[in-house]
């Protein structure tokens, strides 16, 4: 059974940029999580997303949004990129969302 | 507001060594617990859950007991070894709500050495 797949694994972007990631969830699963991880602020929720809607956001400027497609794949979009924003990015599934969550490997984000 | 408190680190060990990490909450309502497993260049594994008081979670020879009364967690391993050097996340999650979100403490470098 695959796990979850995160894409692209690395990124290079310039202040100012935009930037999506993309999150292929484990088979069956509805439900697509998002976090940021720093050595600062450790894991950070970004947001929750199941059955294509939004239905739990973290506390983080509207410069970061997401989107789940029919096929529970999800995207993190996050526009005007500051230095701050360089981090590790989780995604995580889940059945419902209740019982655990599945992560990928991550896609680090450096800011330059 | 919620939250999950995990002792500092690292914890360095000698293989075959006891380990313990301490991990303590803050929630309202009946959160379930879990560690996560992190290990270098890598997402996070969930490591083993509990989601009622008193449930012990298991796994990889790893245990942990949820204990309401004093609103704890601890991670628990008889004998530990080099594969087991990691970065160990204890988190919540609120049962009951319809959006889930995991709250995680700081994180707990584990280092062993044979």
């Known amino acids: 059974k695959a796990g979850v797949t995160q894409t692209p694994r690395y990124l290079i972007k310039t202040r100012g940029q935009q930037v999506t990631l993309s999150c292929s969830p484990i088979s069956g699963h509805r439900s697509v999580s998002w976090y940021q991880q720093t050595p600062g602020q450790g894991l950070q929720f970004l947001f929750e997303?199941?059955?294509?809607?939004?239905?739990n956001k973290g506390n983080f400027p509207g410069r970061f949004s997401g989107r789940q497609f029919s096929n529970s794949r999800s995207e993190m979009n996050v526009s005007t990129l500051e230095l701050g924003d360089s981090a590790l990015y989780l995604c995580a599934s889940s059945v419902q969302g209740r019982d655990g969550y599945t992560f990928g490997s991550g896609t680090r984000l450096t800011v330059v | 507001g919620n939250s999950v408190t995990q002792m500092e680190g690292p914890v360095t060990l000698s293989e075959e060594a006891f380990l313990t990490i301490n991990c303590t909450y803050t929630?309202?309502?009946?959160?379930?617990l879990f560690w996560y497993v992190q290990y270098p260049g890598e997402g996070l594994q969930l490591l083993l859950k509990?989601?009622?008081?008193?449930d012990k979670g298991s796994n990889k020879g790893f245990e942990a007991t949820y204990r309401k009364e004093t609103t704890s967690f601890h991670l628990e391993k008889g004998s530990v070894q080099v594969s087991d050097s990691a970065v160990y996340f204890c988190a919540l999650s609120e049962r009951g709500q319809a959006g889930t979100a995991l709250i995680f403490g700081k994180g707990t470098t584990l280092s062993v050495s044979s």
């Open positions: 509990a989601t009622k008081a008193d």
């Open positions: 997303y199941f059955s294509e809607t939004q239905r």
């Open positions: 929630a309202t309502g009946y959160p379930s």
